[in-house]
């Protein structure tokens, strides 16, 4: 059985985004994979965090995973920052990597090119990503177009390392929901929903309450010809609203665009909304019974332990080849 591995940063609350484009999606292969889930908290502190908000909400996340269908019996679920070989093996991971490989990142330019002052660990965080990935030999890496450029570095540092060391890291795949696999923020559609937006507006979080869900889609941006079709490019609001929609029913844009070709925009907003809130209410009701419940950490520590004695063996193995130790 093929081995699968994802995890969402803890650096703001989780989006109706986050679990279409990647939680949904471990979901839907947990049955057919090996599935490994952790928080990447470490990313997170690439930017400033509040200590006491971080380690909210790396508990609230894990909660939101296992509210949203995530099997702790089919999945290992660990915090990334409770395994100290994550961060070891990420620096035998950038002895092994190029300058330019790493300034080419698109995110790392993105941000960096907004003029502040911005961390080391900004531009070699996605070494750290490499290290997540290769120290448990995951095959596919569940990931948006926007992150797939990161699984690539971290297939040319396996095969660099493999054929340096000898064989010594499965070289891992992206794997891309063909729907849902990008949900654009409602005020602003040419660019994705994010946890870090200024214009919470824009975004809908899965701890969202019934009317704040509501009034978001009900004011999303879209345009003035009323007709419902899908066209990214000329009609971005409402492409992302009949996304959001054949994401959540688990049905094609088609059937979507089908099932709306008699509605008005009103008519469409209102029943997207209704999909939404009935999918947040379900997984907010679970939420609630694990937020208050001992079992999140009876499944962390169980993840903790498994994993940090694969991770024990792979380093060990990496740096007897590297040269490493007595």
């Not at 092994?96 to 790493?102: D, I, K, L, M």
């Not at 531009?123 to 690539?152: C, N, R, W």
């Not at 063909?178 to 899965?206: A, H, R, W």
């Amino acid at each position: 059985m093929k081995r699968l591995l994802t995890g969402l940063q803890p650096s703001g609350d989780l989006t109706i985004a986050n679990y279409i484009g990647g939680i949904k999606m471990t979901q839907k292969y947990q049955d057919e994979y090996e599935s490994f889930i952790f928080v990447p908290d470490m990313h997170s502190i690439t930017v400033e965090q509040d200590s006491k908000t971080l380690h909210e909400r790396i508990r609230k996340n894990v909660c939101l995973y296992l509210a949203c269908g995530i099997d702790p019996n089919k999945n290992t679920i660990y915090i990334q920052s409770e395994n100290l070989y994550h961060a070891n093996l990420s620096w035998i991971l950038e002895c092994n990597t190029y300058f330019g490989e790493a300034s080419r990142m698109t995110q790392f330019k993105d941000k960096s090119a907004k003029g502040k002052n911005f961390s080391v660990g900004l531009f070699t965080y996605p070494i750290l990503m490499a290290s997540d990935i290769l120290l448990y030999d995951a095959d596919l890496v569940p990931t948006g177009i926007d992150q797939k450029q990161h699984v690539e570095l971290a297939r040319d540092i396996a095969i660099r390392f493999n054929k340096k060391y000898g064989d010594t890291f499965t070289v891992p795949d992206s794997l891309i929901p063909k729907v849902g696999y990008k949900i654009m923020d409602l005020q602003d559609p040419t660019k994705k929903m994010s946890k870090s937006s200024e214009n919470k507006k824009g975004t809908i979080f899965l701890l969202d309450d019934t009317s704040s869900v509501r009034k978001k889609i009900m004011s999303a941006v879209t345009d003035s010809e009323n007709k419902i079709y899908y066209d990214v490019d000329k009609k971005p609001g409402i492409s992302n609203l009949l996304t959001i929609y054949s994401s959540i029913k688990d049905i094609s844009i088609d059937n979507a665009v089908n099932h709306f070709k008699d509605y008005n925009y009103g008519e469409l907003k209102k029943e997207v909304a209704q999909v939404v809130i009935d999918k947040l209410t379900d997984i907010q009701n679970k939420y609630n019974e694990y937020i208050n419940s001992s079992i999140v950490d009876e499944i962390l520590d169980a993840g903790k332990n498994k994993v940090n004695e694969m991770a024990k063996k792979k380093y060990e193995d990496v740096i007897k080849k590297v040269g490493l130790g007595r």
